[in-house]
C-alpha cells in the first residue's frame, strides 16, 4: 500500500501486534523462510482491518467514509495506475484481468 497510495500510514495500534509476531512467527534461522516470514508479516500490519472502519465510519466535516468508500475511491483507482504485479502473479492466476475497457468499447462500437 505505501507504494500505490501516497502517505498511508499503517494502523499503529496494530504496530505491537507487529513486533510480537515479527519475533515469534518468523523463522530467522533460514534465510528464505525469514524473507518470506518478514514481508507475510509486513503485509499483514499494512493491511487496513475491516472491523476499524465498518463499524466506525471516519467522521470529518461532515463526511462519512467507510472502508468500503476508501477501497472504491481510493485503493482501486490507485491500482488502476500504480499495480504491476510480477510475473509469478500473474502466471499463477493470483490477479486476473476481469474487463479492459478499450475492448469494450470494441465490442459495443460494433452494435
Same mark, same amino acid.
Given at each position: 500500500?505505501?507504494?500505490?497510495?501516497? $502517505?498511508?500510514?499503517?494502523?499503529?495500534?496494530?504496530?505491537?501486534?507487529?513486533?510480537?509476531?515479527?519475533?515469534?512467527?518468523?523463522?530467522?534461522?533460514?534465510?528464505?523462510?525469514?524473507?518470506?516470514?518478514?514481508?507475510?508479516?509486513?503485509?499483514?500490519?499494512?493491511?487496513?482491518?475491516?472491523?476499524?472502519?465498518? $463499524?466506525?465510519?471516519?467522521?470529518?466535516?461532515?463526511?462519512?467514509?467507510?472502508?468500503?468508500?476508501?477501497?472504491?475511491?481510493?485503493?482501486?483507482?490507485?491500482?488502476?495506475?500504480?499495480?504491476?504485479?510480477?510475473?509469478?502473479?500473474?502466471?499463477?492466476?493470483?490477479?486476473?484481468?476481469?474487463?479492459?475497457?478499450?475492448?469494450?468499447?470494441?465490442?459495443?462500437?460494433?452494435?
Amino acid at each position: 500500500l505505501p507504494e500505490i497510495v501516497e $502517505n498511508y500510514v499503517p494502523p499503529i495500534g496494530n504496530l505491537p501486534s507487529f513486533l510480537l509476531r515479527l519475533a515469534l512467527e518468523v523463522d530467522w534461522c533460514s534465510e528464505k523462510l525469514c524473507f518470506q516470514g518478514i514481508s507475510s508479516e509486513l503485509a499483514l500490519f499494512y493491511t487496513p482491518k475491516p472491523e476499524m472502519h465498518l $463499524n466506525h465510519g471516519i467522521s470529518s466535516n461532515n463526511s462519512h467514509i467507510t472502508l468500503k468508500w476508501i477501497v472504491q475511491h481510493v485503493l482501486l483507482p490507485a491500482m488502476r495506475v500504480d499495480f504491476h504485479p510480477s510475473r509469478f502473479i500473474e502466471e499463477s492466476n493470483y490477479v486476473i484481468e476481469v474487463a479492459c475497457l478499450q475492448n469494450l468499447y470494441k465490442i459495443f462500437e460494433r452494435c
